[in-house]
């Protein structure tokens, strides 16, 4: 018998984390939590149910019930789980991996975390929880990926890289070997990262330079 789940934030980022548990076969999706679509409208084929307001009653209607928050913005996603863990402490967050992801040995995968279609994860990585491992993203072995962390389609990396909470890696971004990006920084698309980065500050370009600081929570999407 499938897992019920509900998926929070009926966007793109949304209609492709529910479409990877429907390829995964373990899990049925009874719809999405939106604040912003009408309850009972569609999305892509499934329900609009409500807000997260409601779900401590789909919890209690739902055994085994799991839950994901698919809000592509770091901060965002993290101020949701905030909010499900206040309103709901019983519901469980479900982890997404796509059945073509290539995932190594002694690797964990924190929950809440997505890990998209042809990743691969080299083994002995570490991801944190309710991260997300973009399309075609590649992470070499010892990698530590802290709590709200990301990487975006296509990014690289090289071993013994660590990323802390909350900082983003864009689109095609590229991170040698060894190097180390702080808490809550943006590295720009088709960044290439050849030596540390500190936490709070924004770099792009090849080599990857510090263009300003960052407050925690500013957007970057």
């Given at each position: 018998?499938?897992?019920?789940?509900?998926?929070?934030?009926?966007?793109?980022?949304?209609?492709?984390?529910?479409?990877?548990?429907?390829?995964q076969?373990?899990?049925?999706?009874?719809?999405?939590?939106?604040?912003?679509?009408?309850?009972?409208?569609?999305?892509?084929?499934?329900?609009?149910?409500?807000?997260?307001?409601?779900?401590?009653?789909?919890?209690?209607?739902?055994?085994?019930?799991?839950?994901?928050?698919?809000?592509?913005?770091?901060?965002?996603?993290?101020?949701?789980?905030?909010?499900?863990?206040?309103?709901?402490?019983?519901?469980?967050?479900?982890?997404?991996?796509h059945?073509?992801?290539?995932?190594?040995?002694?690797?964990?995968?924190?929950?809440?975390?997505?890990?998209?279609?042809?990743?691969?994860?080299?083994?002995?990585?570490?991801?944190?929880?309710?991260?997300i491992?973009?399309?075609?993203?590649?992470?070499?072995?010892?990698?530590?990926?802290?709590?709200?962390?990301?990487?975006?389609?296509?990014?690289?990396?090289?071993?013994?890289?660590?990323?802390?909470?909350?900082?983003?890696?864009?689109?095609?971004?590229?991170?040698?070997?060894?190097?180390?990006?702080?808490?809550?920084?943006?590295?720009?698309?088709?960044?290439?990262?050849?030596?540390?980065?500190?936490?709070?500050?924004?770099?792009?370009?090849?080599?990857?330079?510090?263009?300003?600081?960052?407050?925690?929570?500013?957007?970057?999407?």
């Open positions: 018998m499938n897992q019920p789940v509900v998926v929070v934030g009926a966007s793109g980022h949304g209609t492709v984390v529910a479409d990877m548990f429907l390829k076969g373990k899990f049925d999706v009874l719809g999405f939590i939106d604040s912003y679509k009408a309850a009972g409208s569609d999305h892509c084929g499934y329900r609009i149910l409500g807000t997260e307001a409601i779900l401590p009653e789909v919890l209690c209607r739902h055994y085994g019930l799991g839950c994901i928050v698919a809000i592509g913005d770091n901060s965002i996603r993290s101020q949701m789980v905030e909010r499900i863990e206040s309103i709901a402490p019983d519901l469980p967050f479900i982890t997404a991996i059945p073509s992801a290539q995932i190594g040995s002694c690797v964990h995968v924190g929950a809440g975390s997505v890990v998209m279609a042809g990743v691969v994860i080299n083994a002995n990585t570490t991801i944190g929880a309710h991260c491992v973009n399309t075609s993203a590649s992470l070499d072995h010892d990698n530590r990926w802290g709590d709200f962390s990301s990487i975006g389609p296509g990014g690289t990396t090289g071993g013994n890289v660590t990323v802390d909470e909350f900082s983003a890696v864009a689109q095609r971004a590229v991170i040698l070997h060894g190097r180390r990006v702080g808490p809550h920084t943006v590295v720009g698309a088709s960044a290439t990262v050849l030596k540390d980065l500190p936490g709070y500050v924004v770099a792009y370009g090849t080599p990857a330079r510090i263009i300003r600081a960052r407050q925690s929570g500013e957007k970057y999407l």
